[in-house]
């Protein structure tokens, strides 16, 4: 089910299309093709062993979404994070990768959905340890890295569906990473802290930001693609934004004060270096502009752009082959908003 709206942001009109699912949602991204334009995969949120994910493409002659029910498939628990392989020039097949008990790459074809690989580390244990988020690798696709609650970090060869590294990242339970380029990633933690890793140098790590308050949980990071001198993360049951710069460790070079509640999402631009969105439980979508950061430590910011949601948005993410798009999820809706 899909509808078009067009809403007032700020002094223009914008494009707003809708897509509801039968469930929450929480998982989302968009696909990387350029043969698949306006292409997401969408996860349901059931606090239970069935859940599913939707596979929905707009129409954009008609504005309307609709959902293929051949390529829906079953997903064990809610997926906790989804992408599609980073491959703008379609020189791989469709791959979906998920997240959640373990890692798995579903194969989209014409014909269906398949389970490709599923892939495990814990080989010695009848228990696993849940995945949290992941990343795939932009300039080495086959390399994709997940974070877990054991405290570790795994980077995989999905090619062989083999364990590349895997590293004890942090003190406690890991939310999320994000690559930083072939071989760097970082990541965010329980423990409060933003780590950076090189594969080259495997027992070092070093630590870029620390929470203000002992063993506040980041939950978020985003590594700015255009310029990775800058990443943002995101604390728990926090209203900022805290952007850093690697080569100033430990101070914020911005801090975005304008959400009124927890903010739970962000995600940069992916064609400009000063641009991230970021999005929360008051509802809102904002896009700022950081390319007037005064620094260190600047609070002083307004967003360039705000969009009202009808819920608490819990996703978000910026199309990379159609930058001009946004996504984001609240409740059983999934909506695409162009910037």
Not at 32 to 47: P, Q, T, W
Not at 240 to 246: M, N, Q, R, T, Y
Not at 257 to 263: G, I, L, W
Request: hydrophobic share 35%.
């Amino acid at each position: 089910m899909g509808e078009q709206n067009k809403v007032m942001i700020g002094d223009k009109c914008a494009e707003i299309y809708t897509y509801e699912s039968q469930d929450l949602v929480y998982a989302m991204n968009w696909s990387n093709r350029r043969d698949k334009k306006f292409r997401l995969a969408v996860g349901s949120f059931i606090e239970e062993l069935n859940n599913r994910v939707e596979i929905i493409t707009l129409d954009d002659e008609t504005g309307r979404f609709s959902s293929d029910s051949r390529l829906q498939f079953q997903h064990p628990y809610p997926p906790t994070k989804i992408m599609f392989i980073p491959d703008k020039e379609c020189n791989c097949p469709d791959l979906v990768a998920t997240t959640g008990d373990y890692l798995r790459i579903w194969h989209l074809t014409e014909e269906g959905t398949t389970l490709q690989k599923l892939l495990n580390n814990n080989k010695n244990s009848e228990f696993c340890a849940p995945l949290t988020a992941f990343d795939w690798n932009e300039t080495d696709p086959k390399r994709l890295g997940t974070s877990s609650i054991d405290t570790t970090c795994t980077i995989w060869d999905i090619e062989k569906g083999m364990v590349d590294t895997q590293l004890i990242a942090h003190d406690k339970e890991v939310y999320d990473i994000a690559w930083g380029g072939v071989g760097v990633f970082a990541s965010v933690s329980a423990d409060g802290s933003v780590r950076v890793f090189d594969l080259r140098d495997k027992e070092h790590s070093t630590i870029i930001y620390e929470s203000p308050q002992p063993d506040t949980p980041l939950l978020r990071l985003g590594w700015n693609k255009q310029d990775p001198r800058y990443m943002a993360t995101l604390l728990m049951d926090c209203s900022k934004v805290v952007v850093l710069d690697i080569r100033f460790p430990t101070l914020p070079v911005a801090e975005l004060q304008r959400h009124q509640a927890s903010v739970n999402a962000l995600a940069w631009a992916p064609h400009s270096s000063c641009h991230i969105c970021t999005a929360g439980d008051d509802s809102q979508a904002l896009i700022w502009d950081l390319s007037s950061m005064s620094q260190p430590m600047d609070t002083s910011l307004d967003p360039i752009l705000a969009y009202s949601a009808g819920a608490e948005v819990n996703q978000l993410q910026w199309s990379t082959s159609q930058p001009d798009w946004v996504a984001i999820c609240f409740g059983s809706k999934t909506q695409i908003l162009r910037v």
